[in-house]
């Protein structure tokens, strides 16, 4: 399995972004999906996750800002972040693992790809 995430960039607070996984895989459908981020200094931090029927779960700190999607004839998992804020800032990652449930734990994917720096400045 392998992930490349896109779409990161530096904007205002307020402003909306798109972030883009792109997984390369033979069985996508199984694949519980999930967004990492790690901010300076921080560790890193369950943003989202999404399983292969569609169930999802989202941060504290996102619930109601980011929702995440995925779309099975690209092999990708969108996450659309809205309201964003200076908290927001981080390298992005996505992460995939071959299970049913959906895993809020980085320990639970051993599937990663290199990260996006998503960058808010007030």
């Known amino acids: 399995v392998q992930l490349q995430a896109s779409g990161g960039g530096l904007v205002q607070t307020g402003d909306s972004l798109r972030l883009s996984c792109a997984v390369s895989a033979r069985w996508f459908s199984v694949l519980t999906l999930g967004w990492f981020r790690r901010a300076p200094g921080e560790e890193r931090e369950f943003v989202s996750a999404i399983t292969g029927s569609g169930a999802s779960s989202y941060g504290d700190s996102v619930e109601g800002r980011f929702t995440v999607s995925r779309d099975s004839a690209k092999n990708t998992m969108p996450l659309q972040m809205n309201s964003l804020n200076s908290e927001d800032t981080a390298v992005y990652y996505c992460?995939?693992?071959?299970?049913?449930?959906?895993?809020?734990?980085?320990?639970?994917?051993?599937?990663w790809g290199q990260g996006t720096l998503v960058t808010v400045s007030s």
């Open positions: 992460a995939a693992a071959q299970t049913n449930g959906l895993r809020a734990f980085p320990s639970g994917y051993p599937y």
